[in-house]
């Protein structure tokens, strides 16, 4: 989809994503190998009372769903930034389901533009866990 072709308030579904226990002990002892989230029973002396899924992980369970939307196809050029921010804990087998929607939209020049989309991620029960900004370069139509 062209730059041109997107509107403020665009918004798609994303598929949910599962929270796997497994999955999440790799990941957390890959890459984020703190007790909180590769621990037990440290964990059940925390303030969660349970192991939590490290924040990148769940970001990245949404994250790969969002990909498969292909929201701007061959006319994404590039991503340029991206925040997250973590809301709430997600733990092993929470069922996460989000959707992404166009949050603002900048003009760069005539060849491309930033488009900002906005994903929040809900667990099974309704509780916004996280929400990320990314800003995505996308081609423009070109001139006629």
Known sequence: MYFD????GMTVEIAPAVIEKEEML???RRYDHIPLHTDEEYAKKTPFGRLIA???MSFMAVWS???EVDFFGEELLA???TKIEWLRPVY???VLTARAIVTGLVKRNPKNGLVEVTIEAYNQDG??????VTEAVVRCRPAE
């Not at 072709?5 to 403020?8: E, F, N």
């Not at 509780?127 to 990320?132: K, P």
């Open 5 to 8: 072709d997107i509107k403020p």
């Open 26 to 28: 790799a990941f957390a």
């Open 54 to 56: 490290p924040g990148v």
């Open 65 to 67: 769903n969002y990909l």
């Open 79 to 81: 991503g340029k930034s």
């Open 92 to 94: 092993a087998d929470d």
């Open 127 to 132: 509780v916004l866990v996280l929400t990320d």
